[in-house]
């Protein structure tokens, strides 16, 4: 029966109109006006203004207007129309036109090495257009389009972790490669932003084969500019690595090759280094960083950089404890991001967990009813994150949120799942930042516990000149307090000694652990997804 409806409507159609309905059932997710009127030039035999064909598509409910000035089919008649569009011997000819159009669509400029600059309108219109781009990255795949494959795929990897598709992008990453030479930028991009996304994914190890590779690909480009890339996502290793003063050196370097060579893509190192420094809280040398990155903004003509970095010092306001210069900067960053037309949602926050500063900041301000409403908004929105840390921010505000308030118990529990997560993860940095907290939590669930892990953190900050941030400082102050009182000057003095010996490793063995008595499954290793 619907077949039969589906025929008549369609044979009401005059045939410029059927012939533009048959190529348009190649679009999956819809599509806009401007779309079509590029589509629909490449077939020479269509009569009457695109305008005209799409209205009357619409009056004959064979095509949708829908939100957002966007056009969609509904799937039944979207699969009728790709029938028709076989019956006539059209298909390899709409599908590697749809496929031209989009690779056409989101080609990047040879300059953007990662991808794209933070906050680029085209970040968003891929996440729109994400089911068509799939559709001709697989058209191309099927019919060994090598060179499609290498362009388009390479921009898909980067966009596709912009908006927190990881595995999606590792699986391409497998295939760029494969049609790439040696010799290749696409191959090059592709390997940048893998590099990264196999570190969340796969581990260290890895992530640092695809740098490896991505080496051998600058070497074989004779590029200075991917020599300094590989110099980035080395720093980027060591990071991860927890080993702060490699990682810092090396995106200096980095910083210091991409400005020589006039790169717009200084920007990813500014970003990294802005934020690795804002957590080990060198938060002068953050500032600073923060001050080039908004240059930068200004040299190349990106406002989203400016953006970017009134974000990151309102962060590192917030680790400073001064809730005013943080919001002075967050109210600032908020106006810049209105007036740039090019950006798209809520989801333009995810570079650092930006969704996370209100609830910082009421948190700094002792509002912590406030700080809980806000942090718990801004979950959902993190759980969408590329970022593999930014949601467990969320987790560690939330946890401080119940120190507050004088539940441990259940500030420990988050904190625990974070710690475990980052843990199976291998995100070291985050284990030093958020073991702070977790030793607070201990404090005053078990006191011998909690002075071990206070007296950790203090041993590995002083060992490698950092600090804790303001937030978690402020609870381990009252928590350091708070285990003088409880225990004896020998138990105090044997597990200040015990901890002051202890590695990274040691005090994060320790943190996780149930409390005495609780019996339930272990669940570290578990993420909340």
């Avoid at 953007?112 to 795949?141: C, K, M």
């Avoid at 695809?210 to 051998?216: D, G, K, Y």
Wanted: with cysteine.
């Amino acid at each position: 029966a619907m077949r039969a409806t589906l025929d008549w409507s369609y044979d009401l159609l005059d045939p410029p109109e059927q012939a533009l309905f048959r190529r348009l059932s190649v679009f999956r997710g819809g599509f806009t006006l401007d779309t079509v009127e590029r589509f629909h030039t490449t077939d020479p035999s269509s009569g009457g203004t695109t305008l005209q064909l799409l209205g009357h598509l619409v009056d004959a409910s064979m095509v949708e207007a829908a939100p957002g000035d966007r056009y969609t089919i509904l799937e039944p008649i979207r699969q009728y129309g790709l029938l028709a569009l076989d019956e006539h011997g059209e298909q390899a000819s709409a599908r590697t036109s749809h496929c031209c159009l989009y690779r056409e669509r989101f080609r990047l400029e040879d300059e953007h090495l990662y991808g794209l600059a933070p906050g680029s309108p085209l970040v968003g219109q891929f996440a729109t257009e994400i089911h068509n781009v799939r559709a001709a990255l697989n058209w191309a795949d099927e019919r060994g389009d090598t060179a499609t494959v290498a362009e388009l795929g390479s921009t898909a990897i980067c966009l596709l972790g912009a908006i927190g598709y990881l595995a999606e992008a590792d699986r391409w990453l497998d295939r760029v490669v494969a049609a790439t030479p040696k010799a290749s930028p696409y191959r090059a991009r592709a390997l940048a932003r893998g590099a990264f996304i196999s570190a969340v994914l796969h581990g260290r190890a890895a992530s640092e084969d695809i740098v490896n590779q991505l080496e051998a690909t600058a070497e074989a480009l004779d590029d200075d500019r991917w020599r300094a890339a590989c110099v980035e996502r080395r720093a980027l290793l060591a990071w991860l690595d927890d080993d702060f003063d490699t990682a810092s050196t090396l995106w200096g370097d980095a910083t210091e090759r991409l400005l020589q060579l006039d790169c717009p893509s200084v920007a990813i190192p500014l970003s990294n280094h802005m934020e690795a420094l804002a957590k080990a809280g060198k938060l002068r040398r953050a500032d600073a960083v923060a001050e080039q990155l908004a240059d930068v903004g200004d040299r190349y003509d990106l406002p989203e950089l400016v953006a970017d970095s009134l974000l990151g010092r309102s962060f590192i306001a917030v680790y400073r404890g001064d809730a005013d210069a943080a919001e002075r900067h967050l109210d600032a960053a908020e106006r810049h991001l209105r007036a740039d037309r090019h950006v798209h949602g809520a989801g333009r926050f995810d570079s650092y967990g930006s969704m996370f500063l209100p609830g910082f900041i009421a948190l700094l301000r002792g509002d912590v009813d406030e700080a809980e409403r806000s942090c718990s908004a801004a979950l959902a929105d993190a759980q969408r994150s590329p970022h593999p840390d930014v949601h467990l921010r969320g987790m560690v505000l939330m946890g401080l949120v119940h120190l507050h308030r004088g539940d441990p118990e259940t500030g420990q529990r988050l904190l625990r799942e974070g710690l475990a997560e980052a843990r199976q993860v291998g995100l070291t940095h985050f284990e030093r930042y958020v073991l702070g907290a977790i030793a607070a939590t201990w404090a005053m669930i078990e006191p011998v516990r909690g002075a071990t892990l206070l007296a950790a953190i203090e041993a590995l900050n002083r060992r490698d000149g950092r600090t804790l941030t303001a937030p978690i400082a402020r609870a381990v102050e009252q928590a350091t307090v708070e285990v003088r009182e409880s225990l004896s000057d020998d138990d105090l003095t044997a597990a200040w000694h015990h901890g002051a010996t202890m590695t990274l490793d040691d005090a994060v063995e320790l943190a996780l652990q149930h409390p005495e008595g609780d019996v339930r499954t272990d669940r570290a290793g578990l993420t909340p997804r």
